[in-house]
């Protein structure tokens, strides 16, 4: 590989460039020529990385923001304003009373809560579940709240 120099050389050969005939100071040529060695980047490195700078600032962005931009709205939507329009486990919470109601009625009767509601272990069991999935959503909310 060519180092600056050559190749400054180089293009001044085939300029036809005659130094000596443009009475120019070689000294200063030289000096001249050594700042380019000062250069921090080669010029390909300065492509690469213009190209790359571009990229981030003109396409990039725009389609990464409107990527972000989607997500916190939905996810604004949701937590501001139920968008989903769930039920939280608030909403469902009396019927644990009742179940639990219905358990100690059954139990006075020497019967099971399912012997009188059929459904009373799974529907008990969906609600600790739900009660579970609330505790997360309302972790998640707050994880959303404090980020943005």
């Known amino acids: 590989m060519k180092s600056r120099l050559d190749r400054v050389y180089d293009k001044l050969a085939t300029n036809k460039v005659d130094l000596k005939s443009q009475k120019v100071n070689l000294k200063a040529h030289k000096v001249a020529l050594g700042l380019i060695d000062n250069l921090d980047y ?67 009767l020497g019967l099971e809560p399912s012997d009188v509601y059929s459904d009373w272990n799974e529907h008990m069991q969906r609600l600790e579940e739900m009660k579970e999935a609330d505790d997360q959503y309302k972790e998640n909310e707050r994880e959303f709240r404090d980020w943005s």
Do not use: C, P
């Open 42 to 108: 080669d010029i390909d490195t300065i492509e690469d990385q213009s190209g790359l700078l571009s990229y981030l600032a003109y396409e990039w962005h725009e389609e990464k923001f409107e990527e972000y931009r989607q997500a916190w709205m939905a996810l604004n939507d949701e937590y501001q304003h139920n968008a989903s329009q769930v039920f939280t486990f608030d909403d469902v919470s009396g019927d644990v009373e009742k179940l639990n109601e219905i358990k100690a009625k059954a139990e006075e």
